[in-house]
C-alpha cells in the first residue's frame, strides 16, 4: 500500500503556483443565522408566495437551517427560490414538525446556498420563498432559521 501525504481543500500550498486558495467563506465563515416568522391566512389560496429572507450570493449553507412547520397552515410545505418553487423543500407537513433540510455531512455539507438551490451561477442575492401548492387548510405560522457561513 501506499504512503501518501495528502491535504484538505482549506489548506494553500503557497510555494505551489497551481494550488488553488480556499474560499475565505469556507476557510474562516463566521455563522450568521437569519431567524424569522411567516404567517398564512385561512384562506389563503393556490400559488401563494412567501418571500422568507434574502441571502448574500456568496453564503455558504450550514446545518443549522430549519423550518418549523408545525403550525403552518398548509399541508404540504414547498420552499425554494421564488422561481423553483421546491428548489429546497418539497414534502407533507406530516412528515415532521422540523424540517431540516441540509444535514451534517450530507450531499450539500460545504456548498454555497445558490448550487444547493440549484441556479446556474452565483447570484448577487438568493431570495427564499415558501409557496402553497394547495388552498390552506387554516391559518397559521412556520417559525425558521436560515443559517449561512460568509467571511
Known amino acids: 500500500m501506499a ?27 463566521r455563522l450568521i443565522c437569519s431567524t424569522g416568522t411567516v404567517a398564512n391566512a385561512a384562506d389563503d389560496s393556490n400559488t ?22 408545525e403550525n403552518w397552515g398548509f399541508a404540504q410545505v414547498v420552499i425554494g427560490t421564488k422561481t423553483d418553487t421546491d428548489a429546497l423543500v418539497d414534502q407533507t407537513k406530516a412528515t415532521e414538525n422540523i424540517v431540516q433540510p441540509i444535514a451534517i455531512g450530507d ?17 448577487n442575492v438568493i431570495e427564499i420563498w415558501a409557496h402553497a401548492e394547495a388552498d390552506a387548510t387554516g391559518a397559521g405560522s412556520m417559525p425558521f432559521r436560515l443559517a449561512y457561513l460568509m467571511p
Request: glycine content about 8%.
Open 48 to 69: 401563494s408566495m412567501y418571500h422568507l429572507a434574502t441571502l448574500p450570493g456568496r453564503a455558504v449553507v450550514h446545518e443549522d437551517t430549519f423550518f418549523d412547520v
Open 107 to 123: 450531499a450539500s455539507h460545504g456548498k454555497f446556498w445558490w448550487e444547493v438551490l440549484g441556479l446556474a451561477a452565483q447570484p
Open 3 to 29: 504512503i501518501v501525504k495528502g491535504k484538505s481543500d482549506l489548506i494553500h500550498d503557497t510555494m505551489d503556483l497551481t494550488s488553488t486558495p480556499p474560499d475565505p467563506e469556507k476557510a474562516r465563515g
